[in-house]
């Protein structure tokens, strides 16, 4: 059985740090594309990250390049979200979630939510000012 557990969120101040995890099971990280998404209050779902090691691809939005940084351990089946000088707008619930299947070609394929299979349940990221 497939699934996610995603873990790590908290209370942060502006310019603090987090380090999410994903925990799989049911299949290996090492195969799949691996992304992170969130959703703000009121908001819709956004794209944020997506790790792929069996091609090697990393993906990044434009707004948090340079500050978020995604890789996984093979040992532990697990895929991590290093996010550093956080702000209120990085506030939200944070999903992992995983493509079993082919996935699209080109650069933004990765903010589709389509595109994947199984979703964990959530970690609540909340940014002070």
């Known amino acids: 059985e497939v699934q996610l557990q995603a873990s790590g969120g908290g209370l942060v101040q502006t310019g603090g740090s987090l380090t999410l995890s994903c925990v799989a099971s049911g299949f290996n990280v090492d195969d799949y594309a691996i992304g992170w998404f969130r959703q703000a209050p009121g908001k819709e779902r956004e794209g944020v990250s997506c790790?792929?090691?069996?091609?090697?691809?990393?993906f990044y939005t434009d707004s948090v390049k340079g500050r978020f940084t995604i890789s996984s351990d093979s040992a532990k089946n697990t895929v991590y979200l290093q996010m550093n000088t956080l702000n209120p707008g990085d506030t939200g619930i944070y999903y992992c979630?995983?493509?079993?299947?082919?996935?699209?070609?080109?650069?933004?394929?990765?903010?589709?939510?389509?595109?994947?299979?199984?979703w964990g349940q959530g970690t609540l990221v909340t940014v002070s000012s």
């Open positions: 790790f792929s090691r069996k091609d090697g691809s990393t």
């Open positions: 979630a995983v493509a079993l299947g082919q996935v699209s070609s080109g650069r933004t394929w990765y903010k589709d939510s389509d595109e994947y299979n199984f």
